[in-house]
């Protein structure tokens, strides 16, 4: 249980043109997904929460209009890069709270590797 | 606000050995939860153990255990009889109970030698 999708895995897009990323929860409904990035060697940087039906919060730093976040499921959040450009290339994760026991406990997704030429 | 760090960048140990990652944290509040997550190279990050900081008794998931010291504010990860499966980045990550980010460490690369 307690399973997370990402798609695509990995695109390559031109500068200036937007890339959706979408993540799912496969076997259990998610109130509450997150969006990180990831730098070479780096720790995980939240971008932003998201919960179903409601505006995502964005964490200090991160453009909400250039990072699109969409919750309109349980099962579905997506971030959108909008106007990608080169330094927006990176490792894109993102999580699902799942209720593990007592314990709310975020599950990640495989990542997306964007690369904008 | 609340920190973790991993003071070990990078550790190695030899195949079938004991490994200890080291891991603080910095919080004032009484009540939340403690985690470490693998990232292989597949980059997929994986759950390996977690500990509620008001269970007095270690977590343990078959070769992984942790010693959490809740005085000292310290959460290691011991990784008993290492496998080659086991080389990744490990991330310990803090929660307030109640809240719902996760704080991350910097990450501690293990390599495991054959």
């Known amino acids: 249980g307690a399973v997370v999708s990402q798609h695509p895995s990995r695109v390559i897009c031109k500068s200036g043109t937007s890339v959706k990323i979408e993540c799912r929860s496969l076997?259990?409904?998610?109130?509450?997904m997150f969006w990180y990035r990831q730098f070479p060697k780096k720790s995980l940087m939240l971008m932003a929460t998201?919960?179903?039906?409601?505006?995502?919060?964005?964490e200090q730093g991160v453009e909400k209009d250039k990072f699109l976040i969409n919750h309109a499921s349980l099962t579905l959040s997506t971030l959108t890069v909008t106007s990608a450009h080169p330094e927006d290339s990176s490792f894109y994760i993102c999580?699902?709270?799942?209720?593990?026991?007592?314990?709310?406990?975020?599950?990640f997704g495989p990542g997306t590797r964007l690369l904008v030429l | 606000a609340q920190t973790v760090t991993q003071s070990q960048p990078e550790m190695s140990v030899q195949e079938a050995e004991t490994v200890t990652l080291s891991c603080t944290y910095d919080?004032?509040?009484?009540?939340?939860?403690l985690f470490w997550y693998k990232q292989p190279p597949s980059r997929q990050m994986i759950l390996v153990i977690r500990?509620?900081?008001?269970?007095?008794q270690n977590a343990t998931e078959n070769r992984f255990s942790v010693n959490f010291q809740k005085a000292a504010k310290s959460f290691s990860l011991k990784i008993s009889d290492s496998q080659l499966g086991d080389a990744a980045m490990y991330f310990c990550?803090?929660?307030?109970?109640?809240?719902?980010?996760?704080?991350f460490g910097q990450g501690t690369r293990l390599t495991i030698n054959p």
């Open positions: 999580s699902a709270s799942y209720p593990s026991g007592v314990v709310e406990t975020q599950y």
């Open positions: 076997d259990f409904q998610a109130t509450t």
């Open positions: 998201s919960n179903e039906g409601s505006k995502a919060t964005y």
């Open positions: 919080t004032s509040e009484s009540d939340y939860y």
């Open positions: 500990q509620e900081a008001y269970k007095q």
């Open positions: 990550a803090y929660r307030r109970q109640g809240a719902q980010k996760l704080v």
